[in-house]
């Protein structure tokens, strides 16, 4: 893991609130491709997914926001990303909101069959348009992985699903709609809420997590949320949770990724400068960033 490729996605369409599309400049404000050189790492930074900006667009027969832009800006996101990895380097996306996971997800998966998930959030991100009190499509990228949703989504680069429910690891959910808490249980999706991290601690939650992804997998996707961290630690995020987790929690998380070299590809999202507290967010981001990379105190 030598070469990194970055890619930001200033997508703002999967949700209501503005601004979450500045969040791949307000990372890379934060220093992100200097903390990774600082690390001996090769950094291509291949600039931003262009998004088109049209009104409010509602698929007919449905409840999903900004639908077409959001299928056209993953579809490109995952044309990126399958030549990122063709080229040898780690993928490595910057959000915009979470709803860019599905291009990321249907780009990794492209060269591998069985990609275990890490899923670090407070949400599920389980929603489709029937159980969506929303119909924003940020609350609905590993549904859509999962095959499960639009056909327009889950057949992004042409084949579904791109994960295994199996695969996945959910970590800090605190927020889950009904749908999404009958889907769990159903599927037996293993998942770590706040209860049994507060109950665990971080360092046994970490380990059964990364035990459960790397059994007979051939790679493992982080896709971190910053909402994943209470909002006194990660302010500028749209959809903030209270009782999230800490700063120091999410350090030794990465730290513990990072020893056991398990990574193959991430994505960090829902970075909103605006509701910031001058770019505080953002320069967690790159701190987890750089943790995740072999950053180490000493």
Request: cysteine-free; glycine content about 12%.
């Amino acid at each position: 893991m030598e070469k990194i490729g970055i890619i930001g996605v200033p997508m703002d369409l999967g949700q209501n609130r503005r601004g979450v599309d500045m969040g791949p400049s307000a990372i890379r404000y934060a220093g992100l491709t200097q903390r990774l050189q600082n690390l001996g790492f090769e950094v291509h930074d291949l600039g931003d997914i262009p998004i088109n900006h049209p009104g409010e667009v509602k698929a007919e027969h449905s409840n999903l926001k900004n639908l077409g832009e959001v299928v056209k800006a993953n579809d490109l996101l995952r044309q990126h990303i399958e030549k990122i990895q063709a080229d040898g380097y780690f993928p490595l996306v910057l959000g915009g909101d979470h709803s860019i996971a599905i291009g990321t997800l249907a780009g990794v998966t492209k060269h591998r069959k069985n990609l275990g998930v890490i899923w670090y959030d407070a949400h599920g991100d389980l929603n489709t348009a029937e159980t969506s009190p929303s119909g924003n499509i940020h609350g609905m990228p590993l549904a859509v992985s999962l095959g499960i949703g639009h056909k327009a989504l889950t057949t992004i680069g042409g084949f579904a699903p791109k994960i295994k429910p199996e695969n996945i690891v959910i970590i800090g959910a605190r927020s889950l709609d009904d749908g999404e808490k009958e889907y769990i249980r159903e599927k037996g999706i293993n998942i770590f809420t706040m209860h049994e991290i507060d109950r665990l601690g971080m360092t046994a939650v970490m380990e059964a997590a990364i035990a459960h992804v790397t059994k007979g997998m051939d790679g493992v996707h982080l896709s971190l949320d910053l909402d994943g961290l209470d909002p006194n630690d990660a302010p500028g995020v749209g959809t903030p949770v209270i009782g999230g987790l800490s700063y120091r929690e999410s350090h030794l998380a990465m730290e513990m990724l990072a020893e056991a070299n398990i990574i193959t590809s991430a994505e960090f999202v829902e970075v909103n400068p605006i509701l910031d507290e001058r770019n505080k967010t953002a320069e967690v981001a790159v701190a987890l960033i750089g943790s995740l990379f072999g950053e180490k105190l000493l």
